[in-house]
């Protein structure tokens, strides 16, 4: 695999899946967050925290390779084009994250929920329907936030077409896509209110979640999906 190539599927997952973000370093510099938090399951000591069992770890290894291999032919169908990938990506996503969900107990459920949050703040907020019902959303707020997370994902395409044409690096973009990340944040803030902000932290429960090291970064983002 070239490298154009290499950097094209690594800019693609990462603006389409903003869940996957909320792993290792590479997670922090693509700055996302919000949606579904069952891609947290892939980390090590997320799996530990939730003390899953042998079975729900296979059922879940099991989930990631059907993803792998849909993922694999959305890359092989979509030709290079990158908007086309982005799209076929999606549905691919959401089923794995279903799935994944499905496998965990009630309390388990709960507690993943609760981590996500304490990861990702106030960007868990985004596609994210169940957590901006649970601290009462209004539709005016909702659109709101919608429309910021699609600010910033025009934004990061940007910096994802200089990586893509090799105008700068993937390391050196880093700090461009943190930057957006926390602009996204701070408006996110900026349209809740204060007992929205107070129900959000309560919903990161009263456990501390502290996360490993790098849980893989990039690279197991990618194999995760089937691109490598």
Do not use: C, H, W, Y
């Not at 994944?100 to 703040?121: C, H, P, S, W, Y």
């Not at 910021?148 to 200089?162: C, V």
């Not at 929205?196 to 690279?219: C, I, N, R, S, W």
């Amino acid at each position: 695999m070239n490298l154009k190539k290499l950097i094209l599927i690594g800019v693609v997952v990462a603006l389409t899946a903003t869940s996957f973000a909320q792993r290792g370093g590479f997670g922090r510099m693509m700055g996302g967050g919000g949606g579904s938090p069952a891609m947290l399951l892939q980390r090590t000591d997320v799996q530990a925290d939730l003390s899953l069992s042998d079975e729900q770890k296979t059922k879940l290894q099991d989930i990631q390779s059907s993803a792998r291999d849909a993922g694999r032919e959305a890359f092989q169908n979509a030709n290079g084009d990158f908007d086309a990938m982005r799209k076929a990506m999606e549905p691919i996503m959401k089923k794995a994250s279903d799935d994944a969900m499905a496998v965990l107990t009630a309390d388990q459920q709960k507690r993943l929920k609760e981590i996500n949050v304490q990861l990702n703040g106030v960007s868990a907020l985004v596609n994210n329907k169940e957590l901006q019902d649970q601290i009462g959303l209004s539709d005016d707020q909702k659109t709101k936030i919608a429309d910021l997370s699609t600010k910033q994902q025009a934004a990061n395409r940007s910096i994802g077409e200089k990586i893509r044409n090799q105008e700068i690096t993937f390391q050196d973009a880093g700090p461009e896509f943190q930057k957006n990340a926390q602009a996204l944040k701070d408006e996110i803030t900026k349209v809740l209110t204060d007992d929205q902000k107070a129900k959000l932290k309560t919903a990161e429960g009263t456990k501390k979640f502290v996360p490993a090291d790098d849980q893989g970064g990039g690279l197991r983002l990618l194999r995760s999906v089937g691109l490598l």
